[in-house]
Protein backbone atom coordinates (compact mmCIF):
# COMPACT_ATOMS: atom_id res chain seq x y z
CA UNK A 1 0.00 0.00 0.00
CA UNK A 2 1.31 3.15 -0.63
CA UNK A 3 1.34 6.12 2.11
CA UNK A 4 0.95 9.67 1.82
CA UNK A 5 4.21 11.98 1.05
CA UNK A 6 3.09 15.20 2.99
CA UNK A 7 1.40 13.36 5.95
CA UNK A 8 2.06 9.54 5.99
CA UNK A 9 -0.73 8.08 6.00
CA UNK A 10 -1.37 4.76 4.47
CA UNK A 11 -3.29 4.81 1.01
CA UNK A 12 -5.70 2.59 -0.53
CA UNK A 13 -3.64 1.37 -4.06
CA UNK A 14 -5.86 3.15 -6.01
CA UNK A 15 -5.66 6.46 -4.52
CA UNK A 16 -5.29 10.21 -6.06
CA UNK A 17 -5.19 12.25 -3.41
CA UNK A 18 -5.16 11.32 0.61
CA UNK A 19 -7.99 11.12 2.80
CA UNK A 20 -6.46 12.39 5.87
CA UNK A 21 -4.48 15.67 4.36
CA UNK A 22 -5.77 15.56 0.66
CA UNK A 23 -2.51 16.07 -1.18
CA UNK A 24 -2.47 14.88 -4.43
CA UNK A 25 -0.55 10.98 -4.42
CA UNK A 26 2.46 10.91 -5.94
CA UNK A 27 3.67 7.68 -7.99
CA UNK A 28 7.57 6.51 -7.15
CA UNK A 29 8.06 7.10 -10.75
CA UNK A 30 6.98 10.61 -10.92
CA UNK A 31 9.40 11.19 -7.84
CA UNK A 32 12.37 9.72 -9.32
CA UNK A 33 12.37 8.86 -12.89
CA UNK A 34 16.09 7.35 -12.99
CA UNK A 35 14.72 4.51 -10.34
CA UNK A 36 16.41 4.98 -7.06
CA UNK A 37 12.56 5.15 -5.67
CA UNK A 38 12.47 1.73 -6.27
CA UNK A 39 15.44 1.10 -4.27
CA UNK A 40 15.19 0.18 -0.56
CA UNK A 41 16.95 1.90 2.56
CA UNK A 42 17.30 0.25 6.24
CA UNK A 43 16.96 2.44 8.99
CA UNK A 44 18.94 1.39 12.30
CA UNK A 45 19.20 3.37 15.60
CA UNK A 46 22.58 2.69 16.08
CA UNK A 47 26.02 2.65 13.80
CA UNK A 48 27.28 -0.60 15.12
CA UNK A 49 23.19 -1.70 13.45
CA UNK A 50 24.45 -0.12 10.14
CA UNK A 51 27.07 -1.29 10.06
CA UNK A 52 26.70 -4.87 10.35
CA UNK A 53 23.65 -4.29 7.29
CA UNK A 54 25.90 -2.54 5.14
CA UNK A 55 28.77 -5.33 5.51
CA UNK A 56 26.19 -7.96 4.26
CA UNK A 57 25.18 -5.52 1.49
CA UNK A 58 29.06 -4.32 -0.20
CA UNK A 59 30.34 -6.90 -1.98
CA UNK A 60 33.63 -5.34 -1.87
CA UNK A 61 33.92 -5.12 1.19
CA UNK A 62 35.30 -1.25 1.79
CA UNK A 63 33.96 2.28 2.27
CA UNK A 64 35.29 5.97 2.11
CA UNK A 65 34.43 8.16 4.84
CA UNK A 66 32.34 11.23 3.82
CA UNK A 67 35.50 13.71 3.50
CA UNK A 68 37.33 11.18 0.90
CA UNK A 69 34.52 9.73 -0.90
CA UNK A 70 37.21 7.99 -3.45
CA UNK A 71 39.65 6.98 -1.22
CA UNK A 72 38.39 3.60 0.00
CA UNK A 73 40.54 2.78 3.27
CA UNK A 74 37.82 1.83 5.73
CA UNK A 75 37.23 -2.49 5.55
CA UNK A 76 34.40 -4.12 7.32
CA UNK A 77 36.80 -4.68 10.66
CA UNK A 78 37.60 -1.08 10.61
CA UNK A 79 34.39 0.35 9.78
CA UNK A 80 32.68 -2.09 12.83
CA UNK A 81 35.29 -0.88 14.83
CA UNK A 82 34.60 2.92 14.27
CA UNK A 83 30.72 2.52 14.72
CA UNK A 84 31.23 0.58 17.74
CA UNK A 85 33.13 3.48 19.17
CA UNK A 86 30.56 6.27 17.81
CA UNK A 87 27.76 4.54 20.00
CA UNK A 88 29.74 4.62 22.93
CA UNK A 89 30.31 8.14 22.68
CA UNK A 90 26.78 8.59 21.91
CA UNK A 91 25.98 6.42 24.61
CA UNK A 92 22.01 7.26 25.39
CA UNK A 93 21.70 10.56 24.12
CA UNK A 94 18.17 11.12 22.80
CA UNK A 95 19.15 13.60 20.09
CA UNK A 96 21.34 10.52 18.58
CA UNK A 97 20.81 10.48 14.74
CA UNK A 98 19.32 7.64 13.01
CA UNK A 99 21.02 5.66 10.84
CA UNK A 100 19.81 4.60 6.85
CA UNK A 101 21.72 1.92 4.65
CA UNK A 102 21.86 1.67 0.62
CA UNK A 103 21.29 -1.58 -0.86
CA UNK A 104 24.76 -1.12 -1.50
CA UNK A 105 26.17 -0.94 1.67
CA UNK A 106 26.46 3.18 2.17
CA UNK A 107 25.87 4.25 5.58
CA UNK A 108 23.74 7.79 5.78
CA UNK A 109 22.46 9.57 8.94
CA UNK A 110 19.32 11.73 10.10
CA UNK A 111 19.90 14.29 12.94
CA UNK A 112 18.56 17.30 13.58
CA UNK A 113 20.42 20.81 13.71
CA UNK A 114 19.01 23.47 15.33
CA UNK A 115 15.36 22.83 14.82
CA UNK A 116 16.34 21.67 11.19
CA UNK A 117 16.50 17.95 9.66
CA UNK A 118 19.84 17.31 8.07
CA UNK A 119 20.57 14.20 6.05
CA UNK A 120 24.27 13.00 4.85
CA UNK A 121 25.90 10.18 4.07
CA UNK A 122 28.36 9.32 5.86
CA UNK A 123 30.46 5.78 4.25
CA UNK A 124 29.96 5.21 0.51
CA UNK A 125 30.83 2.24 -1.25
CA UNK A 126 31.81 1.95 -4.72
CA UNK A 127 28.75 1.26 -5.72
CA UNK A 128 27.12 3.45 -3.98
CA UNK A 129 28.94 7.25 -4.59
CA UNK A 130 27.95 11.03 -4.06
CA UNK A 131 27.05 10.89 -7.77
CA UNK A 132 24.54 7.38 -7.47
CA UNK A 133 22.78 8.04 -3.95
CA UNK A 134 20.14 10.98 -3.30
CA UNK A 135 20.91 14.07 -1.85
CA UNK A 136 18.07 13.33 0.18
CA UNK A 137 15.56 10.60 1.80
CA UNK A 138 12.35 12.61 2.23
CA UNK A 139 11.07 11.91 -0.90
CA UNK A 140 11.14 8.07 -0.54
CA UNK A 141 10.28 7.88 3.59
CA UNK A 142 7.24 6.18 2.74
CA UNK A 143 8.04 3.96 0.24
CA UNK A 144 11.23 2.26 0.47
CA UNK A 145 12.22 1.28 4.01
CA UNK A 146 12.18 -1.67 5.61
Known amino acids: MPYCMHCGHQLPDDALFCDNCGAKVISIQEIDPSGMGTARFTRTYTLSEAAQIAAERNRD????????????????????KFCNKEDRRLGDDPDRPYYFI????????????????????????????????PDTLTEYNHYCFE
Open 61 to 80: QEWSYWDTPDNFTYSTARLT
Open 102 to 133: STGGAIGQLFIDQGSEVFEWIFFTPADNPDTL
